[in-house]
C-alpha cells in the first residue's frame, strides 16, 4: 500500500500511467455508472467536489510530491464530466502551487468533450489539461448499446477530435471479449474502424473482467452473451490489429487483465505483434476460459 497524503473516499482508481502521480479527487464515482461490464464505482455515490474543498487538497498534494511528480491526475471516474468553468479554476490553482507541470489528465467520456466550446478546450489545454484516457471499449454501435455504454460510434469520433483539435492527447481503451462469441467479429472490425478514423495517441486493449461472474455479466448485457476461450480473445484481438490503419500510435496490453502482454508502435510493430499473437494461439489449449475474477 502507498503512502497517500489524502484521505480519499475508496475504492481509488487510476490509469497505469499515473502511478506516479499526484491523484487528486475532484469527483466521487462515476456519472454515468451504467455500464454493463463495469463495477468499478458501483459502490459509490457520484458526488462533485466545491473548489473550496479542493484548495487545501492541491496544497497538501504539492507540498507532498514537490520535486517527486510532475504529473497530476484528476479522479474519479470521470472528472472531466465538470463544466469548463468549474475545471478551470481548479487547473489554475494546481499550476500555482506545484508549478511546472509535464502534464495534468483526467478519464473522459466523450459526452464530456462535446458539453465544451473549442475555445473552453484550448483553455483547458493552456492550463495543463494534455491528456485525456477515454474508454471507448468498442467502435460497434449494436454492441455499445447492448453494454448500455451511452455513445455511439460518432459521437465518440466527434469528441475524440475535438480534443485532438484543441491539442489534447487521447489515450483509448478497447475491451477485447467485450461481445462474448456472438458479437466478436463485429466488436473487433468495429473497433479497428473508429481507431484508424481518429488516430490516437496512446492504444491500450484490455480483458472482459468478471469481478461478479459469468452470470452476473450476462444479467447485464442486454442480449446473449456467450463468453470465449483464451484463443478466441486471441483470434479477436488479431483481427482487431490486423485491421488498424493508423500511426505512430503507442500500443500496449499490458494490464493485469490480459492473458498476453503485448507492447509496440501500431503501424510498425504490427508484424512483431501480429506474431506473438499467432504463437500465443499455437500453445494455449483450445478449450481454456479466462481465469475468474478480477476487478479492474
Not at 487547473?91 to 458539453?115: H, V
Not at 483547458?124 to 455504454?149: H, Q, T
Not at 480483458?207 to 450476462?218: A, K, N, R, V
Amino acid at each position: 500500500m502507498f503512502l497517500q497524503p489524502l484521505q480519499y473516499d475508496e475504492p481509488l482508481f487510476r490509469p497505469p500511467g499515473e502511478a506516479r502521480s499526484a491523484i487528486l479527487q475532484v469527483t466521487t464515482g462515476c456519472s454515468w455508472n451504467k455500464c454493463a461490464f463495469c463495477e468499478m464505482y458501483t459502490s459509490k455515490q457520484f458526488k462533485i467536489k466545491s473548489f473550496e474543498e479542493l484548495k487545501p487538497e492541491i496544497k497538501i498534494l504539492a507540498d507532498f510530491y514537490r520535486g517527486v511528480s510532475k504529473k497530476v491526475f484528476l479522479a474519479d471516474g470521470d472528472a472531466f464530466v465538470l463544466p469548463a468553468k468549474r475545471l478551470i479554476p481548479v487547473l489554475e490553482e494546481i499550476r500555482s502551487r506545484f508549478g511546472r507541470l509535464q502534464r495534468i489528465s483526467s478519464y473522459a467520456m466523450p459526452k464530456d468533450i462535446l458539453s465544451k466550446s473549442d475555445d473552453e478546450l484550448k483553455e483547458l489545454r493552456e492550463l495543463g489539461l494534455k491528456l485525456l484516457y477515454i474508454g471507448i471499449e468498442s467502435g460497434d454501435d449494436e454492441l455499445l448499446k447492448l453494454v448500455n455504454k451511452g455513445e455511439t460510434f460518432d459521437s465518440t469520433v466527434e469528441g475524440i477530435r475535438r480534443a485532438h483539435n484543441s491539442a489534447i492527447d487521447t489515450s483509448i481503451i478497447i475491451i477485447n471479449g467485450l461481445g462474448g462469441r456472438l458479437f466478436s467479429e463485429q466488436h473487433a472490425l468495429g473497433s479497428a474502424k473508429i481507431i484508424s478514423r481518429v488516430n490516437p495517441r496512446f492504444l491500450s486493449t484490455l480483458t472482459l473482467s468478471l469481478p461478479y461472474g459469468l452470470e452476473h455479466f450476462q444479467s447485464r448485457f442486454k442480449g446473449e452473451y456467450i463468453q470465449q476461450t483464451i484463443v478466441e480473445l486471441y483470434k479477436e484481438l488479431k483481427v482487431f490489429i490486423e485491421n488498424l490503419d493508423v500511426e505512430n500510435v503507442i500500443y500496449r496490453s499490458n494490464h493485469v487483465s490480459n492473458n498476453l502482454v503485448l507492447e509496440g508502435t501500431l503501424s510498425k510493430d504490427n508484424p512483431r505483434l501480429l506474431k506473438q499473437i499467432d504463437e500465443a494461439i499455437q500453445i494455449t489449449p483450445g478449450h481454456i476460459k479466462p481465469s475468474l475474477p478480477l476487478f479492474l
